[in-house]
């Protein structure tokens, strides 16, 4: 600042002075003004990134509780290793239980009540005869009074047996007529595996999720050396000696009001590239009993390369009904058709919410997951109960509750930020509102799409055990596996025995009567051969 005795003495010098000291100060304050602009900005955008540091955080720590953690959808590996916890710890309590009984034989206490051996398995009885023939004292003959019978569970190792046919030629010495017997069919021809073989490789693979080539070795040391690629060609006869049974598997779940579809990604080789892709199985469960229908429940798979929304498309092609599915935009075009209605999912709608509420739990996700229990409550109550029940009490117990919420949900939705995974959830929710409330009005609807993720249980089990599959035909084997075998156990048939009977008959069966060899059809022969074994 310029003082007194700086200042110039003419007027027009002294203009020129002030002149320049306001443009200074007029650059000054467009500086600052600059600078606010900036600093808020950068304030704003500051803002941003911890929201999206926010949601990235919630994605990676849903991906680490996938893999690691513990929560309330359970994975299939989680199960398994809390299995295998019990199982350790049922051993573990053992050996304490037999350490208390030797020092504290005189302390009494409750013992748990034992389970009674199946009366169906075959019995050897052991008789145990004292030593002396007679009575050591004086010679008398034993009298029988009475017995005491203790039985044991025992396991006998399965083993290997090789079934001879032999076909005797005959000739009449008057006539010299000549006669043989038929030769019996084989399941593959000129495959010298029998179907009780056959069934056992083809659940261990794809129910038990044992590799072909790990089979082999097992079969190595019952001394029965097996080519993997003998195995291999084993398998793919069996998926082409049931391809008409399977194709009436696809009849009977599609004939249904109602199915269940979902999809899961599975590790395919790539060919010369020494990588994987990705690739698909697709299910569509059909399963009212639920409702109270007593129609048999079965499920169908296809096997795809890709994920593209042209795969269900092609399967649902030609069916009309109701479709419960998650919100995959390649069903669209199915609904679009009018012959399908979307039914939607509340367990997908309440993970959104719940994988928040998991990291940092907040007054909304509380809410809504306090909501969504109640209406699975309901549902608890009301399951196996005919339609008309069941949508007479979701509307009298539920609808309230789910009008109430999607009011609330409206209300705080602009309270939450746009980018958070919260506002995610319930957009998620708010868009697919007609799907999910579609249930309240149709007692055949399920509230969630549970069947279809229960039946691809097995394939998430599996991949841990083959990491992929070796090509697209492999694919198309799975996917008949698991329909045939999967449809088996939701008729609570035992696969093991089912396929060994279909493997016995079907080479010789008529085709025109296919449906003969359908689970819920042959349960009671399956039941049989499983206790002759």
């Given at each position: 600042?310029?003082?007194?005795?700086?200042?110039?003495?003419?007027?027009?010098?002294?203009?020129?002075?002030?002149?320049?000291?306001?443009?200074?100060?007029?650059?000054?304050?467009?500086?600052?003004?600059?600078?606010?602009?900036?600093?808020?900005?950068?304030r704003q955008g500051t803002h941003d990134d911890k929201q999206e540091i926010a949601r990235l955080g919630l994605l990676l720590d849903k991906l680490r509780r996938m893999l690691f953690g513990q929560k309330s959808e359970r994975l299939v590996a989680q199960i398994d290793q809390l299995q295998l916890e019990l199982e350790e710890l049922h051993i573990n309590q053992g050996g304490r239980?037999?350490?208390?009984?030797?020092?504290?034989?005189?302390?009494?206490?409750?013992?748990?009540?034992?389970?009674?051996?199946?009366?169906?398995?075959?019995?050897?009885?052991?008789?145990?005869?004292?030593?002396?023939?007679?009575?050591?004292?004086?010679?008398?003959?034993?009298?029988?009074?009475?017995?005491?019978?203790?039985?044991?569970?025992?396991?006998?190792?399965?083993?290997?047996?090789?079934?001879?046919?032999?076909?005797?030629?005959?000739?009449?010495?008057?006539?010299?007529?000549?006669?043989?017997?038929?030769?019996?069919?084989?399941?593959?021809?000129?495959?010298?595996?029998?179907?009780?073989?056959?069934?056992?490789?083809?659940?261990?693979?794809?129910?038990?999720?044992?590799?072909?080539?790990?089979?082999?070795?097992?079969?190595?040391?019952?001394?029965?050396?097996?080519?993997?690629?003998?195995?291999?060609?084993?398998?793919?006869?069996?998926?082409?000696?049931?391809?008409?049974?399977?194709?009436?598997?696809?009849?009977?779940?599609?004939?249904?009001?109602?199915?269940?579809?979902?999809?899961?990604?599975?590790?395919?080789?790539?060919?010369?590239?020494?990588?994987?892709?990705?690739?698909?199985?697709?299910?569509?469960?059909?399963?009212?009993?639920?409702?109270?229908?007593?129609?048999?429940?079965?499920?169908?798979?296809?096997?795809?390369?890709?994920?593209?929304?042209?795969?269900?498309?092609?399967?649902?092609?030609?069916?009309?009904?109701?479709?419960?599915?998650?919100?995959?935009?390649?069903?669209?075009?199915?609904?679009?058709?009018?012959?399908?209605?979307?039914?939607?999912?509340?367990?997908?709608?309440?993970?959104?919410?719940?994988?928040?509420?998991?990291?940092?739990?907040?007054?909304?996700?509380?809410?809504?997951?306090?909501?969504?229990?109640?209406?699975?409550?309901?549902?608890?109550?009301?399951?196996?109960?005919?339609?008309?029940?069941?949508?007479?009490?979701?509307?009298?117990?539920?609808?309230?509750?789910?009008?109430?919420?999607?009011?609330?949900?409206?209300?705080?939705?602009?309270?939450?930020?746009?980018?958070?995974?919260?506002?995610?959830?319930?957009?998620?929710?708010?868009?697919?509102?007609?799907?999910l409330t579609r249930y309240l009005d149709d007692g055949r609807i399920e509230i969630d799409n549970n069947a279809a993720e229960r039946a691809l249980r097995g394939v998430a089990l599996g991949r841990k055990n083959y990491l992929f599959l070796g090509s697209d035909a492999g694919g198309e084997r799975a996917a008949t596996m698991y329909s045939l075998l999967g449809t088996a156990k939701?008729?609570?048939?035992?696969?093991?025995?089912?396929?060994?009977?279909?493997?016995?008959?079907?080479?010789?069966?008529?085709?025109?009567?296919?449906?003969?060899?359908?689970?819920?059809?042959?349960?009671?022969?399956?039941?049989?051969?499983?206790?002759?074994?």
């Open positions: 600042m310029l003082n007194a005795a700086q200042l110039p003495d003419n007027i027009a010098a002294l203009k020129a002075l002030l002149s320049a000291q306001s443009a200074q100060i007029d650059a000054f304050g467009q500086e600052r003004a600059q600078w606010v602009v900036e600093r808020e900005t950068l239980a037999e350490k208390i009984e030797s020092t504290q034989a005189s302390a009494a206490r409750a013992a748990p009540p034992r389970r009674p051996l199946p009366e169906h398995l075959p019995r050897e009885v052991h008789e145990h005869l004292p030593k002396e023939s007679a009575c050591p004292d004086c010679g008398g003959a034993w009298q029988r009074l009475g017995e005491d019978v203790s039985e044991v569970l025992e396991h006998i190792p399965a083993s290997f047996r090789i079934v001879r046919h032999v076909r005797p030629r005959l000739a009449c010495r008057c006539c010299d007529r000549m006669a043989q017997a038929s030769a019996p069919s084989r399941p593959i021809a000129r495959s010298f595996a029998g179907p009780g073989l056959l069934s056992h490789v083809m659940v261990s693979k794809y129910l038990d999720h044992q590799p072909l080539y790990r089979q082999c070795q097992i079969y190595e040391r019952e001394h029965v050396n097996l080519a993997q690629s003998t195995v291999g060609d084993w398998v793919g006869g069996v998926h082409e000696l049931l391809r008409p049974l399977i194709d009436a598997l696809r009849r009977h779940v599609f004939t249904a009001d109602k199915l269940h579809t979902d999809d899961t990604p599975i590790k395919v080789l790539a060919p010369g590239t020494g990588r994987t892709r990705e690739a698909r199985l697709w299910v569509y469960a059909r399963d009212d009993r639920p409702s109270g229908d007593t129609t048999a429940p079965a499920m169908w798979m296809r096997y795809s390369p890709d994920r593209r929304g042209i795969h269900p498309q092609t399967h649902l092609k030609d069916y009309m009904g109701i479709l419960q599915a998650d919100a995959f935009a390649g069903y669209n075009k199915v609904y679009e058709s009018g012959r399908v209605v979307e039914a939607g999912c509340w367990a997908h709608a309440r993970r959104k919410f719940y994988d928040v509420h998991v990291k940092d739990a907040t007054p909304i996700t509380t809410y809504v997951l306090e909501r969504i229990a109640e209406l699975y409550k309901i549902e608890s109550s009301i399951r196996g109960s005919p339609p008309d029940v069941r949508q007479g009490a979701r509307q009298e117990h539920a609808k309230p509750i789910v009008t109430a919420l999607y009011a609330w949900l409206r209300e705080q939705l602009p309270t939450v930020s746009r980018k958070s995974k919260t506002a995610d959830a319930i957009t998620y929710a708010m868009n697919q509102w007609q799907a939701l008729n609570d048939i035992n696969p093991q025995a089912y396929l060994r009977h279909v493997l016995t008959v079907i080479a010789d069966h008529p085709v025109n009567r296919i449906d003969e060899l359908l689970p819920w059809n042959v349960g009671k022969h399956a039941l049989s051969l499983d206790r002759a074994a």
